[in-house]
């Protein structure tokens, strides 16, 4: 930095002198440029670079002080080629800043992109395996009911003898009573067409008297028990 200071000093006393008489053509275009690379950065990102561009420049005005005109014209040349040198090195550095810049950006919204596609992913797969538990519930709870109803039975109100079949058979069917030692009550309750209990016949619609109390169903039983049927 005090060296960048000295320069400017000895460039302000310098282009005073030169400017004294005509200037070289290009000296006003090494300065412009020098004044252009330091605002861009010249001086604080390449300071060897830029310094040794302006020592080119400071030469010119010496030579030129001197009044050696040609050969300060050729430090101005440099001047200029090493100031495009300078500026074509910050500009390639810009692009791949710009480059890493935009490279950055590109690969955040890739990640916020895949970070979203997870999360909706996850969503789907938390909302799936919500809806196959609960179908899986909605499924066991439809077989327990299919089974309990298949553990009872539904109760018949009438009953159509079929060929073979008993009043101690058709009182152990589940439908009826489940109980063949109930056979009494079918008896009892179709006495107006079966005169023996011993022999029914097949196509008789038996009425099968249901909500019966204790005493009705412990006689019911006795009987049974008193009169067996073979």
């Known amino acids: 930095m005090k060296l960048a200071v000295r320069f400017i000093t000895l460039l302000l006393v310098i282009s005073a002198a030169a400017c004294a008489t005509q200037p070289p053509r290009f000296r006003d275009e090494a300065s412009a440029r020098l004044q252009q690379l330091r605002l861009e950065g010249g001086e604080r990102l390449h300071p060897n670079e830029y310094a040794g ?4 420049f400071f030469k010119g005005d010496a030579l030129l002080v001197a ?9 101005f040349q440099l001047t200029l080629l090493k100031a495009e040198l300078l500026e074509k090195t910050l500009d390639e550095e810009k692009a791949r800043e710009k480059a890493a810049r935009e ?3 590109e690969e955040r919204r890739r990640a916020e992109h895949e970070k979203k596609a997870l999360e909706e992913a996850e ?3 938390k909302a799936k395996a919500a809806a196959e538990e609960r179908a899986r519930r909605e499924a066991a709870e439809a077989e327990r009911r299919r089974a309990k109803t298949q553990k009872e ?7 159509t003898v079929r060929r073979g079949e008993s009043l101690p058979l058709i009182a152990s069917r589940p439908e009826v009573y489940g109980d063949r030692s109930l056979w009494p009550l079918l008896y009892r309750a179709n006495r107006d067409q079966i005169r023996d209990p011993r ?3 097949p196509g ?4 099968i008297p249901r909500n019966q109390g204790r005493d009705d169903i412990s006689e019911a039983r ?3 028990q008193e009169h067996p049927l073979h």
Not at 153 to 159: G, I, K, M, R
Not at 204 to 207: A, F, G, N
């Open 204 to 207: 008789q619609v038996l009425r």
């Open 123 to 125: 969503r789907r797969a």
């Open 222 to 224: 006795r009987y049974a």
């Open 67 to 75: 009044n050696e005109r040609e050969e300060a014209e050729r430090y």
């Open 153 to 159: 039975p539904q109760l018949v109100p009438s009953y």
């Open 103 to 105: 490279l950055a950006e």
């Open 199 to 201: 022999h029914i016949w």
């Open 53 to 56: 561009t302006l020592q080119a």
